[in-house]
């Protein structure tokens, strides 16, 4: 595929799918600039070419059409300080009202559309809706890796109608750095698996058991191959349809020669809320009414051992109910392990979501090798699925 480098924009409108779904306080001001801030050097690439840029994006998950608490034009006053224009702003992101905005677009200059999810027909992935959008730009450029795994009329029905389309360098960079992990990665190689569930991780679970060394579990799905073992694990998350499987993989693993670890230790606590009543136990023997919602000091100490030893690391989903500061620690210590793996030389990639969260949230972001933006569709592609929003933007 053609990317942003390839391409050179003067007098031309960029229209560019990127991922604006930030999250917003009760003021409708953006608390975490993450995705805006990856988005903009293939702004400013278009802009300094000679171009001007289209944005269109989702934000939220609107039920029934326009919401205030939806509307991308609490972006515009960041995005116009951000990059010294004033960022003019659609009030749908159809119609002729607002053809008529693009048209009118002068090189260096940007227009932001209104949330796509405004209508119904973006994530079905229509057609007619696909190609009104593109009557709004010259180049379509897909910058939105979060959402490729989705085939809505934005991220990949739209790519039909133009000639020049190409991936964004947020698009770009998360491929690579997926392909760094997945094609040839230096050894040892652990990925870490978090999460509430086993069933939110089976496939990219059995498709590391093929290429990884050591494979850390943490969070709750744990407890799943605990009760598998046989131990009991109390009031803690179980998905009992799934013990058979985690027997599986446990196999599996042992037929692979990889070390799959599980936390020997756990904060348990008496109730699921912050305030609870929390002390340490092992994973065989957690008391009837209690639960797991951390792992515990020994399973810290035992994964940090294992992280600090890695060539390369993946890390997808906290080690507990890292919300809550009592239960927060396991992912702290997770954290700060991949940190200092790379500190020392180490390849870490974390993949998006509550790990890149927790990442961010402790000033870590710029000290791990890459961040990714898109948790469920980085999970998907290293699955071995297709993007749609990928494959649109192929020859």
């Not at 924009?9 to 799918?17: N, S, T, V, W």
């Not at 988005?39 to 998950?61: N, Q, W, Y």
């Not at 998006?352 to 933006?373: F, I, P």
Request: hydrophobic share 40%; net charge negative.
């Amino acid at each position: 595929m053609n990317t942003i480098d390839d391409i050179h924009f003067k007098g031309l409108r960029a229209l560019i799918r990127v991922d604006f779904n930030v999250p917003l306080n009760d003021k409708f001001e953006i608390t975490d600039f993450t995705r805006i801030n990856a988005a903009e050097p293939t702004i400013k690439k278009i802009l300094s070419d000679g171009g001007s840029v289209v944005l269109m994006s989702h934000l939220g998950r609107p039920k029934n059409g326009p919401e205030e608490k939806f509307s991308l034009k609490h972006l515009v006053k960041d995005l116009s300080n951000r990059f010294a224009t004033d960022v003019k702003f659609a009030n749908d992101c159809i119609g002729v009202e607002t053809e008529a905005l693009a048209n009118n677009l002068q090189p260096g200059e940007i227009l932001l559309l209104e949330n796509l999810r405004y209508h119904a027909e973006e994530s079905k992935g229509d057609k007619d809706f696909a190609k009104q959008l593109s009557k709004l730009g010259d180049v379509y450029i897909n910058d939105a890796f979060g959402t490729a795994h989705r085939a809505h009329a934005s991220t990949s029905i739209i790519a039909q109608f133009f000639d020049k389309k190409g991936c964004g360098y947020v698009m770009q960079s998360e491929l690579e750095n997926a392909a760094k992990v997945l094609d040839d990665p230096k050894r040892p190689f652990t990925a870490i698996m978090g999460g509430a569930k086993i069933s939110d991780k089976i496939l990219i679970i059995e498709k590391l058991l093929d290429k990884v060394d050591n494979l850390i579990i943490g969070g709750g799905m744990a407890y799943t191959f605990f009760k598998a073992l046989g131990g009991n694990v109390g009031a803690s998350l179980v998905e009992e349809s799934k013990l058979d499987l985690a027997k599986r993989l446990i196999q599996k693993a042992k037929e692979k020669n990889v070390s799959l670890e599980l936390p020997i230790d756990s904060v348990i606590a008496d109730k699921f809320a912050a305030d609870a009543n929390t002390r340490i136990s092992d994973n065989i023997s957690i008391p009837e009414g209690w639960m797991g919602l951390d792992i515990g000091p020994d399973a810290q100490e035992v994964f940090r051992r294992i992280i600090s030893r890695s060539a390369t690391v993946l890390w997808n989903g906290p080690m507990g109910v890292f919300e809550m500061p009592a239960f927060a620690e396991g992912t702290k210590a997770v954290a700060k392990a991949v940190r200092d793996s790379t500190h020392f030389g180490g390849y870490s990639l974390i993949g998006g979501g509550d790990s890149a969260a927790a990442v961010n949230q402790l000033g870590y972001g710029d000290k791990v090798s890459y961040v990714s933006t898109g948790g469920g569709a980085l999970l998907e592609f290293m699955e071995g699925k297709v993007l749609p929003g990928v494959a649109a933007l192929e020859d």
